[in-house]
């Protein structure tokens, strides 16, 4: 079965840009999906389809997804943004992540 | 306001079944697939069973395929898992989740629920 991997954590500093990567066979040849939840909530969609943003998203969300690994990029990362974030894609069936902890420092 | 609000969650024994329901509104329901997926702290999301817009067309995970059924009812704007045989590594938080797309194997996940705790023990 496909796997997707990802980093346990990543720290970023107040203000910066946070980089979570999401590693998988070929993914680029994917539609990837990336989801933000925090504690005790659902989760909540903020890119579809390698980069796409729902509305109410801000811009400072934004993905790739080039040959094995697609990128959840957050730029000038705030308080706010820390969370689990968890990549996903269709392969015969929906797969997730493992799923990342940002914190923001 | 869209919403989707799931029930049916609670403390059952290994072995034994479970219905949870997931109640829709605020879109049309029938246009969109429909899924399941559990959140365990140790295991972070995993997605369990879905099922296209028409009921036609439905997916399942490894680890629940052939104890789980997923079910809609349009008329009632309403998504069911049904889990039978159940096991105590079932112990999850159960999300019900839309479909940006009618079918099974596309569309990212755009609205979700906030969950119904199963747990499994004796």
């Known amino acids: 079965s496909y796997e997707l991997t990802q980093p346990l954590s990543v720290s970023v500093a107040l203000g910066q840009t946070a980089r979570i990567t999401c590693g998988g066979d070929?993914?680029?040849?994917?539609?990837v999906h990336w989801y933000q939840q925090k504690p005790g909530q659902a989760p909540v969609l903020v890119i579809y389809?390698?980069?796409n943003r729902p509305s109410g998203i801000p811009e400072r969300f934004s993905g790739s997804n080039s040959g094995n690994t697609a990128t959840l990029t957050i730029s000038r990362a705030q308080a706010g943004d820390e969370a689990d974030y968890y990549c996903q894609v269709w392969d015969s069936s929906t797969v997730f992540g493992g799923g990342t902890k940002l914190t923001v420092l | 306001e869209v919403q989707l609000v799931e029930s049916g969650g609670g403390l059952v024994q290994p072995g034994r079944s479970l219905r949870v329901s997931c109640a829709a509104s605020?879109?049309?329901?029938?246009?969109?697939?429909m899924h399941w997926v559990r959140h365990t702290p140790g295991k972070g999301l995993e997605w369990v069973s879905g099922i296209s817009w028409n009921s036609d067309s439905t997916g399942y995970a490894d680890s629940v395929r052939g104890r789980f059924t997923i079910s809609r009812d349009n008329a009632k704007n309403s998504l069911y898992l049904q889990m039978n045989s159940l096991r105590v590594e079932d112990t999850a938080l159960y999300y019900c989740a839309k479909s940006q797309q009618q079918l099974v194997r596309a569309g990212a996940l755009d609205i979700w629920g906030q969950g119904t705790m199963v747990t499994v023990s004796s």
């Open positions: 605020g879109f049309t329901f029938d246009d969109y697939a």
């Open positions: 389809r390698d980069s």
């Open positions: 070929n993914i680029e040849t994917k539609n």
